[in-house]
Each structure stands twice: as C-alpha cells, then as structure tokens.
C-alpha cells in the first residue's frame, strides 16, 4: 500500500523548490522611494483615507502619496532624477506617477497639485524626455522644456510662471486629458523666461478653454505663497538646459495644433475688494453670542432680523441677507463675481482678530447647476486662503461640497443677478475662521 505519510522524490524535490521561493523573493529588491524629504517646517502631514500622519525630514515617498501642508508649513523633497519639488504652506501635493530607471523610454512623472502652491525644478526625466512629465492642477495642465516653475491653484483657477526654462500650460478638457503626460497642444500657452516680463504668469480659469497671460507682479504665484528661507534661490542669469535638439529658443504665443501664434488680448487681473463699489440691499451682522473682536461689525443678527430684514445664510458667527434675493434663475450661461467687501474673525486658542476681505472670484455655471469660489482674508500681518465648489439649487441657493472644499461655503444670489453673498468657515490647526463676503459683478 502507498505510504502517503512518506514524500516520494518527485515531491521532496519540489518541496523544496516551493521552500526557497520565499528566500528567492527577498533577493529582489523593492521599488526605490520616488523622493526623501529634505525639509519639513511647520505642520507637515501625510494625507491617507484615515488620517494624517506627520513628516518629519528625511522621510522617504512613493508614487500615490500625497503631502498636505498646513498654516506656515512647508516641504522640500529632492526627487530620485535629481528633481526637487517644495510645497508651501496651505497646499496639498501629490506624486501620482514616479517611474525612474533611468530609461528615456520608460520613465514617467505625474505630479498633481490639488490646492495652494509649489515649486517643481525637473530631474532627469524631465530634461531627457519632457514628454514624459507632467504637472497637473484641478483645471491645467503643465508641461516643460526643462524647467523651474511655480504653480499656485484652488479649484476654480490656476497661475503658472517660471524661473528659468519654459511652460506649456493648458486647460483640462475634451482635448487635454488629466491622465496622459507631457505637454497639451491644442489650445495651449509657451511661456519662456527669456521672452517674459517681470511679473507675468499664465492663468488658467475653469470655464475657460484657453489660458490666458497676464502681468501683474502683486499676484504672482510667488506672491501669494513666499518661499521658505531654505529654498533654492533663483539665478536669473541661468537657465536649465533643454537637451532636445532644435527647441534651443521659446516662444510666448498660443499653439493650437502646434502651431505658435500671438495671444489674444486679454483682461486686466479682477480688481482688490477696495476697488468694486459694495452693492445696494445687502445687510450682514453677527450673533448677539457671539465673543467681541475689535474691528468686527457691532451689527447683530438680532438687530436685522427686528427691523424687518430677512437673513438668507448664516455660519456660526455671522447672518447676511439682502433686501431682495433673485427668485427667478437663468438655465443656462454664467455669472462672475469679484469680492467686494465683507468681514471676518479668527478664533484661535490664544487669540483673537477681525479679518478684511483681500480678494475673491465667485463663478457660477447654471448650465451645470455649480459653483466655484476662493477668497483670502486677512488681519494685516497674515492671509488666509479659503476655496470652495458645490451646488446651486434652484432657489439660488449655495452649498459647499467638503469633498471639493477647504472651506464650508454657503451663499445666494441678489434680484437681477448683480450681487452675491456667502458665509464662510476654515478650521486650521491653530484656529477658525469665520466670515462673510459680498459679491460685486466686475
């Protein structure tokens, strides 16, 4: 009778075959780190679907992590090519794709910048085969000609400029998808350092198909989000080389089907809260519970409300309305508002301060029912950046979705369509903001 208990030959010889797989496989090396963390100031974070873990420098990331920088935060992390990417404060940066071998064939890198601002300084892959990396945004898409860049975006618009090189920057859509590499031809913008003006940056708007340039040093990229003192500094006098051959010289134009041609003209940036007259019938106050801050309006939402005023949005600290609210909606087309003014306060554990509104846009699209809106507060000394998209109802009605907010966000339109108004509140580590924003047509 066969002894099932004793392996015959055959099976003792795989056996052991199966024994030294497991010693087999840890002689294969596992994928290299796309990059090492070489400064980490401030809150710096590790974004997962549970929770953010803190980076310390000399952590190591891989393609698929995503860096999350909190108020006075910034991250420097030198990429494996030799590439450097610093994310400063307020931003959420991705790495999607990191592929290096060292093969001009099958290296790839996919940098995805969600909100705030940061600065790419492209490595090997990028100066071997610029069509092999790609920087993408909520609405562009950014490629290079060995370049240094700096993006800042929210969800609702983007700005491009550059320290040395050259960019190519279009607007995701039908023709521009999120998911390829390399630059986008259609419709696209070159903006070289050579041929720039000081001060000028490529904006990108969601809504938008074509990018357009603008000049104006108060709102560059750079402006919005200083770098951190231990950031490379600029040599204007020193350009990356671009090793292709025959693309030495760049060109400021639009290239649609690769073609270059000069840029259309375009608006003057939107202008500061102090520069649009405050509509008429807006009223705003706060809650008589709320705590004092000096500067803040002395309005309360109970005075509003005795003599008569309706209050249409309301957060924790604040209730606006207008006398007449638009009852009556487009269903197609756009309206584009500019800030003009309202109010804001910081609560923080130690601390207390009224805030102005700096600067905002609010976009509504009513083909698509939506809206998007950023808006930047400040008590003199600090900014505070806060951006939101969601739904508009057919009530005129605004509500954030936190998926696609930093910020809680709600609002409502004014009759004729002439005004807006929205509350809004961002919890930062330190502290919340809370306040309320009147909206002026451009």
């Not at 307020?90 to 064939?105: D, K, P, R, T």
């Not at 940098?111 to 945004?137: Q, S």
């Not at 023709?175 to 050579?194: E, I, M, Q, R, W």
């Not at 073609?259 to 809260?273: D, F, G, I």
Request: glycine residues 12%; contains cysteine; aromatic residues 6%.
């Amino acid at each position: 009778m066969r002894n099932f208990n004793a392996p015959s030959l055959a099976w003792r010889g795989l056996l052991a075959a199966v024994c030294t797989l497991p010693l087999l496989s840890g002689v294969v090396s596992a994928a290299p780190p796309a990059g090492e963390v070489v400064l980490a100031a401030g809150p710096v974070y590790l974004k997962s679907e549970q929770h953010r873990e803190p980076v310390q420098r000399g952590a190591t990331l891989e393609a698929g992590q995503t860096l999350v920088t909190g108020e006075g935060g910034f991250a420097h992390v030198r990429m494996a090519d030799g590439g450097l990417v610093a994310v400063r404060p307020l931003s959420v940066f991705e790495i999607e794709v990191f592929q290096y071998e060292g093969s001009a064939h099958n290296d790839r890198v996919r940098y995805r910048l969600d909100e705030g601002v940061a600065r790419a300084i492209t490595g090997g892959v990028g100066e071997v085969n610029k069509e092999a990396f790609r920087l993408n945004t909520p609405v562009a898409a950014v490629g290079v000609r060995g370049t240094d860049f700096v993006v800042a975006t929210t969800s609702s618009a983007s700005r491009v400029a550059i320290n040395s090189g050259a960019v190519v920057v279009a607007a995701l859509g039908e023709h521009c998808s999120a998911a390829s590499f390399g630059s986008c031809a259609d419709g696209a913008v070159v903006l070289g350092k050579t041929d720039s003006l000081p001060g000028q940056f490529v904006e990108v708007v969601r809504g938008e198909q074509l990018p357009r340039l603008v000049e104006d040093p108060q709102q560059t990229p750079d402006q919005l989000a200083p770098p951190h003192a231990d950031e490379p500094r600029v040599n204007s006098s020193q350009s990356l080389p671009d090793t292709r051959e025959g693309e030495v010289s760049v060109t400021v134009g639009v290239e649609t089907g690769g073609t270059p041609v000069s840029p259309t003209p375009v608006e003057p940036p939107p202008p500061s809260a102090n520069d649009i007259a405050m509509p008429e019938g807006v009223h705003w106050g706060r809650w008589s519970s709320a705590e004092a801050v000096d500067g803040a309006t002395v309005q309360r939402v109970s005075d509003l409300l005795s003599e008569g005023k309706e209050v249409h949005v309301v957060n924790t600290q604040y209730g606006a309305g207008f006398n007449e609210r638009a009852t009556q909606l487009p269903r197609s087309g756009r309206a584009d508002f500019v800030a003009a003014g309202g109010e804001g306060v910081w609560l923080g554990a130690d601390s207390s301060a009224a805030l102005s509104v700096a600067s905002g846009r609010l976009g509504v699209d009513f083909d698509r029912s939506s809206f998007d809106t950023h808006a930047e507060f400040t008590d003199g000394a600090r900014e505070f950046h806060t951006q939101a998209s969601g739904t508009i109802n057919a009530q005129g009605f605004l509500r954030s979705d936190p998926a696609l907010s930093n910020a809680r966000v709600t609002g409502a339109l004014g009759k004729d369509l002439d005004s807006a108004i929205t509350t809004v509140e961002r919890q930062f580590d330190d502290g919340q903001l809370s306040g309320i924003v009147v909206w002026g047509r451009p």
